[in-house]
Structure formats: C-alpha cells, structure tokens
C-alpha cells in the first residue's frame, strides 16, 4: 500500500507541474520503466511525477550508490529505497567498490549498472532528472567548447541495445522544484559535492544568478530553452540529410555535398564512436570543400583517406612488426616494417646540412667518430632525447610538432648509440651530442624498399 505521505507529495508535483512535464508517444503502455534516482531533489521531483502518471507496478526506480562519500552514500541508497517501498515500486541498487573517482569513470560505471538492470526488466526507457537549469549550463559549456551540438541534453535520446534516455522535467527549472519542496516539506538527500568548484558545471551555475541581474524581469530561461528547442529542430534537419549520405561504412561520397554543417555530420554519423577530435574534423572538412587529398589517423587501428571529395575507411594492421637489430656496422639494412636504411662517409658542411634536412626529413648527417656503433629498436614508452639546439623532449611529443600520423609511428626505426642513447629517429632532427664538427659525416637514409 502506497504510504499517504509520499502519495500526497506526489499528488503535489503532479498538480504543479502536471502539464508540462514532458513524456514521448507510447511510453504509457511500455512493459517497465526505469527512473534513474539518486535521492537529490530532482530525481525525487522525478519519480513522485512518475508515480502520479503511471502505476506503480510499471515502474521500477534504479539507484547507483558511487561509494565517494562513505556513509553518506549508504544513507542515501537507504532514503531512495525507503522512498521506493513507500511508492510499492520496485527498488534496484549495486555500490561501486572504492576507486577512481573521476566524474567519467563514475558515469560509466552508473550507465553500465542501468543498461544492466533495464535488460533484465525488459525495459527500454530510463527516465533521466535533468531540468532546465541543467540544460542552460550543458548550452553553455558546449558553446565554450565550440561544440557543433549546442542543443544538448536532448528530451529523448535514443542510445544503444533500444534503450532511450527521456528527461520529463526538461521544461521545468531548479527553483521551481525547490519551492515545491520547502512549500510542502518534501524530504531529500544533499550532496556536498554540488557545491564543489572542482566540476566546471558546479562553477556555471555559481554564475548564473548574474544573469538575473543583467537580464532583468525578462526571463531569460524561457529564451535559452527557446533556442534549444530551435537548435534540436535544426540538428535533427541536418542529421536526417547527413544520415542519407552514410550508407557505406567503408566510403563516404560527399562530391555533392557544399555545405560544411551537412559535410562535419555526415562525418561524425558516418564515424560514430570514431569521431576524430575536432581539429581533425576541421581540418577533413576544409580539406573537402577545397577538393584537397589527406589522410587522418583515427584510432590507432584506423585511418581515413580523403581522395576526390571521397573519405575511405582504411583498417591498418593492429600488429607492427618489431624493429630489434643492433651493431649496424655497413651497407643497406632491411627492415622488417618495409623499409630500409643505407649509410655513407660524405663530405659535409654546415649549410649543406641545414638545407638539406629541411628538403628532406628521411636523411640525416651524423658524427662520425662519436658513433663507434649503432643500434636499431621500435619505441619504446617514455623515449626521449634532446634534438639539436633545443630541449629534452619526448618522441611523443616531437612526432606531435611535427605532425607526424600516428600509424607512421610504430613504423619508424629509433636508432641510439653502443649505450642506448637515441640519436635520431626517421623525420625527426638528430640529437645534440651528435652534432657533425668536422669536415666528415656519416649519412644515413630512410627509405621504402
């Protein structure tokens, strides 16, 4: 039996903001629905909305206890489950073992748990708490970020496995709900960590009562979850033409495409979870509209090639061959990724020198009497060296200056001396102590074979 209380508290949201909560076509005659619920004030609005539109026995309230605050966390897994038995709806909870506490790590973590639970119910729809306020921050951060996706969170997002994430409250603001809380002394759970200002979205919602007084009486919410309603019409427009271009998952054809807001989705849709970053995805779309050839890593098993207005999907061998030579003593050697190197005694110069390693980065002018042997390895983490004239720098680093693929990396020979020392590594400058400061060098070249 439904305990009176919390059925009055119900009956309290439902009568305040009845009409405008916000539930997608169908959802009433769905199997199960989940309700993400933390015990904060707003997933508690959520599930006391919730148990006013639908019968308990449809509901089921999901409670992921994240172990960061000792027992604080315990007591608040108990209010939630305590406010589940009250409703008569279903109460499932895991804890998470003490570790990592980073904001990702535990949403992952918090995610998974759902997806898991809603397969063992049935259910396709899990019912998020996120209001309008929390909207107005997701815009803000984005457009900070320069994202192409301002209109986020979404009222209905579809995600993997059939499951949709849907937020009711979306049209309905903090403070409404907390005066609906303190008007009828509606109980709740307080977590300190909303007022921490190591979260950026902790740090925007301290600013944003300015905007009150900027602003004035106009209500400048209702102006921000105007737009984001016009931006999620305008996404979804674009999205639905981009979605018709990416039916090959092996090419993408965009020879016909002019607009680069249409070509940046067609590429995030056509690559998923692959997206590249976004000076990469920059750097793809401009190549496009000036009809320019480039290749992109990105994953470090994937690749793409841009050729004629044509992106191709390119699966490179997960498995480089591993360099392991050492005393190159002469001659020309073969190595096992393809390539090969060749040494020489040459005359040198300080200027023949500076020219023609600027015209080509796969040649390299040596001294001679320092390098009594050389030896030859793949990368290893954490390598470093000191270039010529600059400072100590990582190979990380160095092929990041200097722009080199990340699939060309593993293929690249790093050569060192008889004590290990790196010297230099194909495309990259030598190092310092072998600087050439006589009338001889020793050459070396990379090469295909």
């Not at 998020?128 to 929390?134: F, N, S, W």
């Not at 010529?388 to 160095?398: G, R």
Request: proline content about 6%.
């Amino acid at each position: 039996m439904i305990s009176p209380m919390w059925s009055r508290f119900s009956q309290c949201i439902d009568h305040r903001f009845g009409n405008r909560l916000k539930f997608p076509e169908g959802i009433y005659s769905e199997k199960k629905i989940a309700i993400a619920c933390s015990g904060g004030m707003d997933s508690v609005a959520l599930v006391l909305a919730a148990a006013a539109k639908f019968p308990s026995q449809q509901l089921a309230i999901l409670h992921y206890n994240h172990n960061t605050r000792g027992r604080e966390t315990d007591e608040d897994e108990a209010f939630v489950k305590q406010l589940a038995e009250a409703l008569t709806i279903d109460f499932f909870s895991e804890k998470r073992p003490q570790g990592n506490t980073k904001e990702e790590v535990l949403r992952t973590a918090r995610y998974k748990f759902f997806s898991q639970v809603m397969r063992k119910l049935g259910s396709y729809t899990l019912l998020l708490a996120h209001h309008g306020d929390d909207i107005i921050e997701t815009m803000l951060m984005r457009l900070a970020r320069g994202s192409s996706e301002i209109a986020a969170p979404k009222f209905c997002q579809p995600f993997v496995e059939g499951i949709r994430r849907v937020r009711p409250l979306i049209y309905i603001f903090k403070g409404e709900i907390r005066d609906v809380f303190i008007e009828n002394q509606i109980p709740w759970c307080e977590d300190p960590s909303n007022c921490s200002t190591n979260y950026l979205r902790n740090r925007i919602r301290q600013i944003i009562p300015q905007f009150d007084i900027i602003f004035g009486e106009r209500h400048w919410k209702r102006g921000f979850l105007l737009a984001h309603h016009h931006l999620e019409e305008d996404t979804y427009c674009l999205n639905q033409i981009a979605k018709s271009l990416g039916r090959d998952p092996e090419k993408l054809d965009l020879r016909d495409v002019t607009h680069s807001a249409i070509i940046r989705r067609a590429i995030q849709r056509w690559l998923g979870n692959m997206t590249p970053m976004r000076h990469n995805l920059e750097t793809i779309c401009e190549a496009i509209i000036q009809n320019r050839s480039i290749k992109v890593s990105v994953t470090p098993e994937i690749s793409i090639y841009l050729k004629q207005k044509i992106l191709y999907r390119v699966l490179r061998s997960k498995h480089t061959p591993k360099i392991n030579f050492s005393n190159w003593q002469f001659g020309i050697l073969y190595l096992p990724t393809g390539y090969k190197l060749t040494r020489e005694r040459v005359p040198f110069s300080l200027p023949l020198d500076v020219s023609r390693e600027r015209l080509n980065v796969s040649e390299v002018y040596v001294n001679e009497e320092i390098l009594t042997a050389i030896a030859l390895r793949s990368r290893h983490p954490g390598d470093h060296y000191r270039p010529i004239n600059s400072p100590t720098k990582s190979l990380k680093k160095l092929f990041s200056e200097k722009k080199i693929p990340i699939d060309r990396r593993s293929e690249l020979p790093v050569l060192c001396d008889e004590k290990g020392s790196i010297f230099w590594v194909p495309h990259l400058p030598p190092a310092h102590f072998v600087k050439v400061e006589n009338n001889f060098a020793l050459k070396i070249t990379f090469s295909s074979t």
